[in-house]
């Protein structure tokens, strides 16, 4: 309410109406409490203050707002009251990760048991993917650091397992100690049928009782020992082992030393083997009479099913070899020669014998000196053998003309799914000369003085 007062001015009365409920409150404030526009700092006599806001958010919550703080749901709320749960079940409410973890581990195996004694026994601390490996199918240590005394606990554990049907141990430094052990296990071992060896830096002593093991043993069905460094001292005794097995289907020895002489040893003991379907002579140095010595192996096996002798030296010779064994062998499905030094020559004679094969599915040739008339021949020999079952030709590295494209039209029009991969195209076809041999000059005698 306004308040009136009674003014006299100039001897007539005026009401002057105050309209002090209408000031503003900030105005009030200064009137009544007097204090001055100018506001004091706050340091000066007061006290800094600062708001709880401000201290969460740089210091973060006391451990007693933590514990104070309700969990998260995890169960969405209109579920709660739509639905009733059974708190007794095992939901994510009411199991704790630690009982998780529990019920997650399963009791421990007796080989698992063993190599924990074992390595408890030899002082070396267990390695937990080993324990793991011991109950599942495939044991992977590939690349794992692996010493001899790892080698004897696993051993140890192996010997009475029976999950593992797969030891991988490529790469680990095993040494002649480790294999013993390794022998000795797969003596009483009755589940390992695949033994990976590669890159484990053995050499003819420790092949030496590897091939006793194999002769004898007739569960091993894979053995691998790429990357070792092999020469044809062990090619001797890889072949003495193959007259008595008759169980391994999968052999694996590239990347190696294999000569000549090795060569011709491990091919004259494929002519007689009838359990091997998957061999792997890559990267050695199988040349001259020990790439013609395969060419025969391949004429005679009835068995091999897979076989591959990329990077050799092959040649022409070892090319035309392979190319008259392809005539009579009807049970190979891939062959791969691909960087074998394969000339027209060597080209011609595989022609002649894909011609005449039924069975052959995937041939690889890339990086030899075909010649764009030599890849002509090829797949003119496709194209003519109408019983032919190659699907796959791989060319890289050789470069072709544009007319073999017509070439694989007709062939696609026969069999749809063929498939070539070449180098690309030259606008002319190579021409090849011969270079006439230039006549010997006669040397004069000297006259004797």
Request: hydrophobic letters at 35%.
């Amino acid at each position: 309410m306004t308040k009136e007062k009674m003014t006299e001015n100039s001897g007539s009365l005026r009401i002057v109406r105050d309209f002090e409920d209408r000031m503003p409150i900030h105005h009030k404030l200064l009137e009544k409490k007097k204090i001055p526009r100018k506001i004091a700092s706050p340091r000066e006599g007061r006290p800094l203050i600062r708001s709880r806001t401000f201290t969460k958010l740089k210091r973060g919550p006391s451990r007693a707002e933590i514990k104070a703080e309700a969990p998260r749901p995890t169960t969405p709320k209109y579920l709660k009251d739509n639905y009733d749960f059974d708190k007794s079940s095992s939901s994510e409410e009411n199991v704790s990760d630690d009982d998780k973890d529990k019920k997650q581990q399963k009791p421990l195996d007796l080989s698992q048991k063993i190599y924990l004694a074992a390595c408890e026994r030899d002082g070396i601390p267990p390695r937990k993917k080993l324990v793991k490996g011991l109950a599942e199918s495939v044991l992977d240590v590939r690349n794992f650091l692996l010493v001899p005394e790892d080698i004897k606990a696993l051993s140890t554990a192996l010997t009475s397992n029976m999950c593992v049907s797969s030891l991988n141990l490529y790469g680990n430094n095993i040494g002649r100690e480790g294999v013993e052990y390794l022998v000795e296990m797969l003596e009483e071992n009755m589940t390992i049928t695949e033994l990976n060896l590669s890159n484990t830096q053995i050499g003819l002593p420790e092949i030496t009782i590897l091939a006793e093991l194999l002769s004898e043993n007739l569960r091993i069905t894979s053995f691998e020992a790429a990357g070792n460094n092999l020469d044809d001292d062990c090619a001797k005794c890889f072949a003495e082992a193959l007259k008595f097995n008759r169980k391994l289907k999968k052999l694996n020895l590239s990347n190696n030393s294999f000569q000549e002489n090795g060569g011709k040893i491990l091919a004259k003991s494929l002519e007689t083997n009838d359990s091997i379907t998957e061999l792997d002579m890559s990267w050695n140095h199988i040349r001259l009479s020990g790439a013609v010595a395969w060419g025969e192996a391949l004429y005679r096996n009835e068995e091999l099913l897979y076989l591959n002798l990329s990077w050799n030296g092959f040649g022409d010779e070892g090319g035309a070899a392979i190319g008259e064994a392809l005539e009579e062998n009807q049970t190979l499905l891939k062959l791969d020669l691909s960087n074998n030094r394969i000339g027209l020559d060597g080209c011609k004679g595989l022609a002649k014998g894909i011609s005449l094969n039924t069975t052959l599915e995937y041939l690889s040739l890339s990086k030899n000196p075909l010649t764009t008339q030599g890849t002509t021949m090829l797949l003119n020999s496709i194209n003519d053998n109408g019983e032919s079952k190659i699907r796959t030709l791989l060319l890289e590295g050789i470069q072709v003309t544009q007319d073999t494209d017509s070439i694989v039209n007709d062939i696609v029009e026969q069999f749809n799914n063929f498939t070539v991969v070449h180098g690309g195209y030259v606008m002319s076809p190579d021409i090849l000369t011969v270079k006439p041999k230039e006549p010997e000059e006669k040397k004069c005698r000297s006259s004797k003085s």
